[in-house]
């Protein structure tokens, strides 16, 4: 995406707006040059307010969404102290940590007994797993708010997934919750921060939380500083439980940036065809470029699987006209190519790593193992991820060199300042090669645990304690039981994970380290591609929160529910947009000529870019 720089109309109204101590919120369409918009803003503030807040000690607040962000805005603003740039979290625990009476008394009169509240519903006296676990949750949250008036201090960090009251320590929404309420509610807190934090700025503004958004138009509800400003796109609000909406407090001004920097104009009037409140243009470079767009639709099978799934052999099927499809567009190994499913158990039958997607999103994964895989963090995978499969693929493409860095910055015994610093380059070298070649041998023919069980006696790599407590025990012999086992159920995944071989580990960490063409649709949000092929098989993902096929063509399969109808529009514009030239889209339908005929009528596609495979 291009963006010349030169001001748009957007950019003049919000430099207006600053001029006249009056909150605003920009809605900014894909491509639009949001970010660009934000610190043009932030710096205009600096140039003609630096004097004035540096002498009140003031600070300009701008809040984004992920810590990449924030790396990369504060970069970009020369890391000047006067902006105060954080995340939602890190910035709403800065405001309340020194309440500590108040945030008790809030989880005590408010939040823990909201939570009880939400749980009741599910009791229904009876003794199904669900009746019985919300009885047992609403005791333990009654035994904390009783545990709670010894608290006297309260923690929190970004790695708090989880509550433990009774120790103090808040989870990331508690802090939401928390601050929310505080700041909507303690005028004293109000004053601190409109007196510390006259300008607050909060970039992807759809994806913060609505009590958030309550909370901050309160904090600007006065004429005058401090004043909000709010930057994101509605459509692009993809996630759960977030504001989506953004309007700001009373007498503030709505603000269209109408630009797409990034589109083609064939993307572009695709866009325009899923949205009503903004209808945007190609602008910059992007304006240059006709692009093009294309739908293939595919008959879909009916399924032949347990609950109406495919079978494998029906998967097989589906791949394999995936691939053909790619093969007419040209697009089967182009570099500059993403293509984006729904689901990554899509992907990882795909690329080879499918009992790794199963074991850990099944029965023995808690949620915070699922988070730790999906992000390639999980204390089982990081060893391979990190050192092993890198080792061996150096190994394979004779690449000596990078075999040797590995081993240096990653491995006990070829730390430069460890046990073997006096030993010569030459031995050094050989002792590589000659522990190389030997985990090649093992590569092909052992577990994952006597792989990880040779690293370790041979110090290739780092050993957590986590990860060694594992390897020393012998492995669980009794049945897995949820209702006796479910604290220790991560020793039945060790387990499982140990039995497997080796041949799945590669094709994930390519995955994760983006070494594919492959994505999910929610992970390429602020992404952008030459070419991005969007792949529409509702039977195959099985996500009944979404259905593209509901979405495009009603009449056909059925009306979607609201939720679903809702969060298929924003996570088709989101996959849409990324495309900044060439956008391909394969629907599997049940119906290809009606549905061809129904998008055509809808204006949705011309003829021409609507092919029945």
Known sequence: MSNNLIPTKADTEIKECIDENRSFSVISGAGSGK???LLTALSYIRDSKAGELRK??????????TN??????????????????STLHSFLWTVINRFSTDIRKTLIDHHIPAQIAKKQEDDNGGSSKVAVSAREKIASLQEDIKSLREVSDFSYSDNSTFSNYSEGQLSHDDIIAIAGHLITNNTILQKIMAQKYPYVFVDEAQDTFTEIVMALNTLCSGTGLPIVGYFGDPVQQIYDK????????????????????????????????????????????ASKL?????????AAELPEGPRKRYTDEQIERVSAKFNDILKIWDLHENEETKYLFLVRQMIAKRLGFERLQKLFTGLYASTHAQEDYEHGDHFLLKPFIKVISPLMIAHRTNNQKEALDILRNSSPAFNPKGKNANKSLRKMRDLAKSLIEELSEK???????????????????????????HLERSPRNEEYNKDINEIDKEDWLVDEFFKMRTDEIEPYADFINEHTPYSTQHGVKGEEYKNVVVVYDDIE??????????????????????????????????????????????????????????????????????IIN
């Not at 989506?244 to 064939?266: M, V």
């Not at 060439?582 to 000529?593: H, K, S």
């Open 443 to 469: 590569w092909a023919s052992h577990t994952l645990r006597e792989i990880l069980l040779f690293c370790q006696k041979n110090e290739i790599i780092e050993v957590s304690e986590r990860l060694s407590r």
């Open 35 to 37: 970010t660009q918009s």
């Open 68 to 85: 990449r962000a924030v790396g990369v805005i504060s970069s970009r603003l020369n890391f000047d102290e006067i902006f105060y740039v």
């Open 290 to 298: 006709e692009g093009s767009v294309e739908i293939r639709l595919v």
């Open 242 to 285: 977030r504001a989506g909406d953004f309007s700001g407090p009373e007498g503030f001004k709505l603000i269209k940036k109408e630009e797409n920097f990034r589109c083609s104009k064939a993307v572009v009037n695709l866009l325009n065809a899923f949205r009503t409140d903004i209808q945007q243009v190609s602008a910059g470079e």
């Open 541 to 610: 993902a099985a996500w009944n929160l979404y259905s593209f096929t509901k979405m495009l063509v009603p009449e056909i399969a059925g009306s979607p529910t609201e939720g679903q109808l809702d969060r298929s529009i924003r996570l088709a514009y989101v996959s849409f947009s990324r495309a900044v030239e060439n956008l391909r889209i394969i629907l599997f339908t049940a119906d290809p000529e009606g549905t061809k005929n129904i998008l055509i009528e809808k204006s949705l596609f011309r003829e021409d870019q609507v």
């Open 56 to 65: 009140k000690d003031q600070k300009i607040i701008c809040i984004t969404y």
